[in-house]
């Protein structure tokens, strides 16, 4: 059984900077792109990032360039999201996710696109 298991939230006050780990009991974790997601209360789910194998290619959400940068390790099956110049609008539940392909595609901030999923890690941001 897959899992995904995100780490690392927490309350934080702007200008602050955060980091999440995101472990996946995946076979041949190198071989999937792996994506970031934030849900706010009331707001749909959201993509962040995204990064295939080795980091060859990494895709960010404009609200978060410059800010936040994304990584893994595929020899230890982990995904980090590094969060810097925290604002309270990124106050959110944030989900590590599988893609069910290798590449990060043009879809990639489309929660469909993700086959496994992990239960979140709130980040709180106060002003």
């Known amino acids: 059984q897959v899992q995904v298991v995100e780490s690392g939230g927490g309350l934080v006050q702007a200008g602050g900077s955060l980091r999440l780990s995101c472990e996946a009991s995946?076979?041949?974790?190198?071989?999937?792109?792996m994506g970031w997601f934030r849900q706010a209360p009331g707001k749909e789910r959201e993509g962040v990032s995204c990064i295939i194998r080795s980091g060859g290619r990494i895709s960010y959400a404009d609200s978060v360039k410059g800010r936040f940068t994304i990584s893994r390790d595929d020899d230890k099956n982990m995904v980090y999201l590094q969060m810097n110049s925290l604002k309270p609008e990124d106050t959110a539940m944030y989900y590590c996710a599988a893609d069910k392909w290798p590449h990060c595609s043009d879809s990639w901030g489309k929660p469909n696109e993700y086959e496994y999923w992990g239960q979140g890690t709130q980040v709180t941001v106060s002003s």
């Open positions: 995946l076979l041949a974790f190198y071989s999937y792109a």
